[in-house]
């Protein structure tokens, strides 16, 4: 299993900046991938930005403004949000996926952004 704390939310004024982080625990060596998703109220959850260790992947909507990162011993992850805007608000949950397909899920961690 895999242990996932996720931390760094709260409130930012738009154009404010955030970084959040997602420490994982437990059986770290067998994690594929790296996500961030983010759900807003009455929305569906969606992808956000991933890594592996052979690349990156952004969501449109968040291209030149955010940046996903890992330490070297591949057991933390971040999420660097710039140029924040208040449809960036949401509950942004960390995710991984191990090698044999199973995902597991942060508990989440609220941005919310101010105009």
């Known amino acids: 299993q895999v242990q996932l704390v996720e931390s760094g939310g709260g409130l930012v004024q738009a154009g404010g900046s955030l970084r959040l982080s997602c420490a994982a625990s437990g059986n770290t060596l067998t994690i594929n991938v790296f996500g961030w998703y983010r759900q807003a109220p009455g929305k569906q959850r969606e992808l956000v930005a991933s890594i592996t260790s052979a690349s990156t992947h952004y969501a449109d909507f968040v291209k030149g403004r955010f940046a996903i990162s890992r330490d070297n011993a591949k057991t933390t992850v971040y999420l660097q949000m710039n140029s924040l805007q208040p449809e960036d608000t949401a509950v942004y949950y960390c995710?991984?996926?191990?090698?044999?397909?199973?995902?597991?899920w942060g508990q989440g961690t609220q941005v919310t952004v101010s105009s």
């Open positions: 995710n991984v996926d191990q090698y044999s397909g199973f995902r597991y």
